[in-house]
């Protein structure tokens, strides 16, 4: 199944229950890596989504699917399942039948690493926590990814990204000056999840190579987010002072913002770090009048007056180009870059050149554009060998290859419904 | 001390300020020994940046160092002088990684880029972080953490849709790069432990962010659609927003049960056939306006308490401020206190997950050069006469 190529983590085997973002972007890049990453999945519980009728539903998220066509399986075609799941195989297995859970035991006995991020009591409940698992297989890592944590008064409380993004102070501060609470434009908590659980996982699996023996993580999404606002935790420790919305706006430079640009929602982002930075964006604009206000000539000044000094400024950029004028800084040394959107990302000349985005073909959703690895490892590069698989397009591979199971086993186990042919319908349309 | 995860690894920490600095401290909380490398005198940007205790600036006190470098060893070393480079390629020797996170250019200059580090030591792992990669037309661009979230496509999709983009707060992209080469650290020793070869890693703040688009790229790709901001809310869920409830913020979500949902906030009218459907994310505005009434009324820690009884994934909108009192963090023991000599004791972001073998153990970050005898001595054996000299001579 494996190719020639030279990868980092060939021989990892890792069973990924995870659903959403938070554990398939963890397995995500270890399957980049080289990692064979074998998702299981049941018609109950997908993570692509209920299979739809054939549909074009409107909004983005009718967007999501190729043209805007849910085909005849939508559960194949799903933009943010295929980008996040490349490289990955997927079985399908129901945990909740005796027989679904004795082969999910027989996968543990040749793995490494499991996967999940259900809430704390599901594991138990399919009667596979740590202790289990590891009683069939001494070695195995299992990572357990929950909004709290796997102990603890909130243990069993519901949450998603965006609640636990509340609950750990960055939507608080995720505003406008001055401004309500928004939301991170992407599932900020899953990432932040993610990232720290793939570390979380290969260091397990690196005291495991010294060692012998495999461990339990207990990873709650709302600890590993914490750390990355850890500026005004420690602020608030040493200060007392309670972080403010500052918008676009920093502490310590100025201007500091975004800005409008010629076009529709065209923007530019420009940092001024330095009394320096500020003469070159003035030599930039060709030192006009407000310009040299005496007021504007040291940061703290700059830092008072800007509401000031960002009338001026989107007043000059307001007519320019973005791309073209974040070179023209650029030039000049100062911080500055254009507000991308997909669109223009993909169309990059400095992303292109380095091969940040791939085209992928995937069967039923045909070929497109996905970020690839995310970054440039020189012996074991990884990329992208398959795309998403579709639903249960492992399962000879996992039953019948790995499992040794025959023909007629596999069969049966489709008969007794522990594998499915599609995921169930979404009845609520 | 339980064992680590991390033991024996040994890590050369030339980064300085967020990104590479939040890399080594967890290479360092999960047991590796990470030597960070400062310039003698100076020290670490970040060691000016603070906040500082009664806000008076030290070096030893800025909380943004203070809280990058814990479990580190600090050590003081001057590369532009040749002695310095000679004592460095000897550290390297016994290391297996070098982070650092220079403008790209800057270790070839210094004679101490990958290919001539590897002379010294074949099976070096070494890893690049800047701001837009070691290659490319960018390559040498002025970047920074808002610029790295324009370009990387974050900004575009945060804030209201008619208001300019808004950047993520404090520094998420540094720490978004930073997480990326911990991560591929990772997979380069595990590939070095049964190979023997170490590698160069090449991370960009820039790419970092653009990884994390969750869909907005394939979105582009498969139906040309341009996803924008949404404010508060999510794109396909509804209700997911933050509302303001009698006292403060909530973050309102239904669960896949809707009638409870409904009886919950006592709006029979979110049982409509429009609003009870999935795709009622078309009619936001008329869901949230049914909800509001039942938010208003009741205060945030009611609505969560009431909310999680009916197993509905609703929040509070905390402050960091608020983060201490907190019952989950308390009973899990989050939070650290850890002692500085020099700025004292203060409480510290803890874990940010939990192995059951090999716990984290967190300890203060390093005064400038306190370890300098510790290893000059250990790693290299220099004797107390050569280290009184290179001090003398400011390299050291």
Redesign the interface.
């Known amino acids: 199944m494996l190719s020639e190529a030279?990868?980092?983590?060939s021989?990892?085997r890792i069973i990924d229950l995870s659903q959403i973002?938070a554990g398939p972007?963890a397995t995500k890049?270890?399957a980049d890596?080289g990692a064979e990453v074998i998702r299981i999945e049941c018609a109950s519980r997908s993570g692509r989504g209920g299979a739809l009728p054939r549909l074009r539903?409107?909004?983005?998220?009718?967007?999501?699917?190729?043209?805007?066509d849910t085909g005849e399986h939508s559960y194949n075609r799903f933009?943010?399942y295929?980008?996040?799941n490349r490289n990955k195989c997927a079985i399908t297995i129901d945990l909740s039948k005796p027989r679904g859970v004795e082969i999910f035991k027989r996968l543990i006995r040749i793995s490494d690493v499991v996967v999940e991020n259900f809430s704390p009591r599901v594991m138990r409940n399919f009667g596979l926590d740590?202790t289990v698992l590891k009683g069939i297989n001494p070695k195995i890592i299992m990572?357990s990814i929950s909004a709290?944590?796997q102990?603890?008064?909130?243990r069993d409380?519901?949450?998603?990204g965006?609640?636990?993004?509340?609950?750990?102070?960055?939507?608080?501060?995720?505003?406008?000056r001055n401004g309500?609470?928004?939301?991170?434009?992407?599932?900020?908590a899953?990432?932040?999840a993610g990232?720290?659980?793939?570390?979380?996982i290969?260091?397990?699996?690196?005291?495991r190579?010294?060692?012998g023996?495999g461990?339990?993580?207990?990873?709650?999404m709302?600890?590993?987010l914490?750390?990355?606002?850890?500026?005004?935790?420690?602020?608030?420790?040493?200060?007392?002072?309670?972080?403010k919305?500052?918008?676009?706006r920093?502490q310590?430079?100025s201007p500091?913002?975004?800005?409008?640009t010629r076009g529709e929602?065209k923007?530019?982002?420009i940092?001024i770090?330095s009394d320096r930075a500020w003469r070159a964006l003035c030599e930039a604009m060709g030192y006009p009048r407000w310009s040299q206000d005496e007021r504007f000539a040291g940061v703290s000044g700059r830092i008072s007056h800007q509401d000031e000094l960002d009338k001026h400024l989107n007043e000059w950029t307001a007519i320019q180009d973005n791309i073209e004028l974040a070179k023209v800084l650029?030039s000049h040394?100062?911080?500055?870059?254009?507000?991308?959107?997909?669109?223009?990302?993909?169309n990059?000349?400095?992303?292109k050149?380095?091969e940040?985005?791939e085209k992928v073909e995937h069967p039923e959703?045909g070929r497109?554009?996905?970020?690839s690895i995310?970054?440039?490892?020189?012996?074991?590069p990884g990329r992208i060998e398959r795309p998403a698989p579709c639903f249960g397009e492992h399962n000879q591979y996992v039953f019948g290859k790995l499992l040794g199971m025959n023909a007629k086993d596999i069969e049966e186990l489709a008969r007794e419904g522990i594998t499915a042919e599609a995921p169930l319908p979404?009845t609520?349309? | 001390m339980a064992e680590r995860a991390l033991t024996g690894l040994t890590v050369l920490d030339l980064s300085q300020n967020i990104s590479g600095p939040y890399c080594t401290k967890l290479l360092a909380d999960y047991g590796a020994t990470v030597i960070k490398v400062e310039k003698p005198m100076v020290g670490d940007p970040s060691r000016r940046v603070g906040p500082f205790p009664d806000d008076s600036p030290d070096i030893e006190k800025s909380g943004l160092f203070l809280l990058l470098n814990t479990s580190k060893k600090g050590i003081t070393l001057d590369f532009e002088n040749e002695s310095g480079r000679d004592i460095f390629k000897r550290l390297v020797k016994q290391a297996d990684v070098v982070v650092e996170n220079y403008k790209p250019g800057e270790m070839q200059k210094l004679g101490l880029d990958y290919e001539r580090l590897c002379e010294t030591n074949p099976a070096l792992i070494m890893a690049s972080i800047s701001y837009f990669g070691q290659t490319g037309p960018c390559r040498d661009w002025n970047g920074s953490d808002i610029v790295a979230q324009a370009m990387g496509g974050l900004m575009h999709l945060t804030g209201e849709p008619d208001r300019e983009p808004l950047k993520l707060p404090l520094s998420q992209a540094e720490y978004q790069a930073g997480l990326n080469a911990a991560v591929a650290i990772l997979c380069a020793i595990c590939f070095r432990d049964t190979s023997g070869e170490g590698q160069y890693i090449d991370i960009s703040v820039h790419e970092a962010v653009a990884s994390i688009l969750e869909g907005a790229v394939s979105t582009y790709s498969y139906s040309g659609r341009i996803l924008n901001r949404t404010g508060a809310r999510h794109r396909y869920k509804c209700p997911s927003t933050i509302m303001k409830a009698s006292d403060r913020y909530v973050h309102m979500e239904a669960s896949a049960y809707w009638d409870h949902f409904a009886a919950m906030v006592e709006s029979p009218e979110l049982m409509q056939p429009r609003l009870s459907s999935v795709m009622r994310y078309r009619h936001a505005d008329k869901v949230e306006k049914a909800i509001y009434p039942w938010v208003e009324s009741h205060t945030a820690d009611d609505i969560f308490c009431i909310g999680q009884e009916w197993r509905m994934p609703v929040a509070k909108v905390m402050g960091v401020e608020e983060l201490d009192g907190d019952p989950q963090y308390e009973a899990r023991n989050y939070f650290q206190h850890i002692s500085h000599p020099a700025a004292g004791a203060l409480r510290y972001p803890g874990a940010p997950f939990r192995m059951s073998e090999t716990p984290a153990e967190v300890t203060r970050s390093p005064l400038l050069g306190e370890h300098n005898y510790e290893i000059y001595r250990g790693m290299i054996g220099l004797s107390r006469d050569e280290l009184a000299m290179l001090k003398e001579r400011n390299v050291i």
């Not at chain 1, 850890?230 to 007392?240: F, L, S």
């Not at chain 1, 500091?256 to 409008?260: K, T, W």
């Not at chain 1, 497109?368 to 970020?371: E, Q, S």
């Open positions: 030279v990868k980092a983590l021989g990892v973002f972007y890049l270890l890596m539903p409107g909004g983005d998220f009718g967007a999501s699917f190729p043209n805007g933009a943010y295929n980008e996040v740590y990572i709290y944590g102990d603890g008064p909130y409380y519901v949450a998603y965006e609640g636990i993004e509340a609950m750990s102070g960055i939507s608080k501060v995720t505003s406008y309500p609470p928004l939301k991170p434009g992407v599932a900020y899953d990432a932040a990232l720290h659980a793939a570390f979380a290969m260091a397990a699996l690196r005291y190579r010294i060692k023996v461990q339990y993580i207990d990873l709650s709302r600890e590993a914490t750390p990355l606002l850890g500026e005004a935790i420690i602020d608030y420790a040493m200060t007392r002072r309670t972080p919305p500052t918008g676009n920093h310590r430079m500091h913002g975004c800005y409008r929602d923007w530019i982002a940092a770090s650029q040394g100062i911080k500055a870059g254009a507000v991308l959107n997909a669109a223009d990302m993909v990059d000349p400095h992303l050149q380095r940040f985005f959703a497109h554009i996905i970020p995310s970054w440039k490892m020189s012996r074991t979404y609520d349309i």
